[in-house]
């Protein structure tokens, strides 16, 4: 589809809401637990050594938000109320949930060779679209290179250098695959660039266009939204300025969209909206039973950090008082996200800085406790 198609399709999907950003309780009133919040965001935002972070956490209808450091070093603010924020991989979540309901459609099969639907295109040394399924893609088992450890993500003019999603995939796979398909599990963007690719040829449509019309307008998610790139570089609402460290020099690119409006990490959303989002999906209105509890079976992912398992498009959380959440991590230059839920519960945590420690899905050494004391609450 040619770019300008795509824009009308998302421009015309957006007008049949408001665009605005729904905010969280600012100040939540004092308890011991949200006393023992507060303290949890603290210590990670000095644990991490990042600016700021905000914590939502939604349970019984109630959103409460919580704000720690410095949201914008220019004005010396905190993070605004309902900050929208680039959820970088936690938009894989959103796709995922998208091939499902294809799934229910009856329009995908789950362990259907990938080229069945995209045929010719998974080739090469990293793969074959003939062995792959649809289901490897999902749960990162196909053993496709991902391709950013091949491309310079570490100068502001590697952020700025856009590739198409074809030229993306073609590095992934021209690189030996490294495992077998099926025999383990493999964090890798090429996965979700090539579903990306599925729900397009399958539709129609671009997945910017599904995820808006399927799951962020049924559920109201109106600080939420898939980027018009590259016309569409600045933040649309209220946002803190996200940071990165080249060289020892923390520069600012807030306004540097490192997603490229690809599948695998374009999104733009806000704590609240992403908490809506999980517990929608986790309670089982966006996808029948059958294929929920599909997404919901996990596989050892060997990651740091309390991603456990890896389902489809979801990781599994585990706490020591026995809660198993699910959702999903996200980091891109200027911005970190943890958001995880159970059916009853959700939490979302961001930050304006990749942390100093972190795992290869961006988890942060601090953030278990902060699910602890979220998820474990009475």
């Keep these: 589809m040619r770019w300008s198609m795509m824009r009308a399709a998302l421009v015309a999907t957006a007008v049949s809401v408001v665009l605005a950003v729904s905010p969280a309780t600012a100040v939540p009133p004092p308890t011991e637990q949200t006393a023992t919040l507060q303290a949890e965001l603290d210590e990670l935002v000095a644990t991490a050594g990042v600016p700021g972070a905000q914590l939502v956490h939604t349970v019984a209808g109630r959103v409460d938000q919580f704000d720690s450091g410095i949201g914008d070093f220019g004005t010396g603010g905190h993070f605004p109320d309902g900050a929208q924020v680039r959820i970088a991989s936690v938009t894989k979540s959103f796709v995922a949930t998208v091939v499902l309901q294809l799934v229910a459609e009856g329009r995908v099969e789950l362990d259907s060779p990938v080229q069945r639907y995209l045929p010719g295109a998974v080739h090469g040394p990293g793969g074959d679209g003939a062995v792959i399924t649809v289901r490897n893609l999902l749960q990162h088992t196909s053993g496709i290179p991902n391709y950013l450890s091949m491309i310079d993500q570490e100068s502001v003019e590697g952020l700025r250098a856009a ?18 398909p099926g025999a383990e599990v493999g964090y890798s963007n090429t996965n979700y660039l090539l579903l990306g690719q599925l729900i397009q040829r399958v539709t129609g449509l671009p997945a910017a266009v599904e995820v808006t019309r399927r799951i962020l307008v049924p559920l109201g998610m109106l600080g939420t939204y898939w980027p018009l790139y590259p016309v569409e570089q600045v933040l649309r609402g209220p946002h803190p300025r996200g940071y990165h460290e080249f060289g020892g020099v923390r520069v600012d690119v807030t306004d540097i969209d490192a997603g490229w409006g690809l599948a695998d990490g374009a999104m733009v959303s806000t704590g609240g909206d992403l908490n809506r989002f999980f517990l929608a999906l986790l309670s089982g209105e966006l996808l029948p039973p059958d294929l929920l509890a599909q997404m919901r079976t996990g596989l050892p992912t060997g990651l740091i950090g309390y991603a456990e398992a890896a389902g489809l498009g979801l990781f599994r959380f585990s706490t020591s008082c026995g809660v198993q959440a699910w959702g999903h991590t996200g980091a891109i230059h200027g ?44």
């Design 335 to 378: 911005f970190s996200t943890l958001s995880v839920a159970t059916e009853t519960r959700a939490v979302t945590v961001v930050m304006n800085e990749l942390p100093g420690v972190a795992g290869n899905i961006g988890i942060t050494v601090g953030s278990d406790t902060i699910l602890e004391a979220a998820l474990c609450m009475d």
């Design 163 to 180: 590739r198409p999603a074809a030229e993306l995939i073609r590095l992934g796979l021209d690189s030996p695959a490294e495992f077998t």
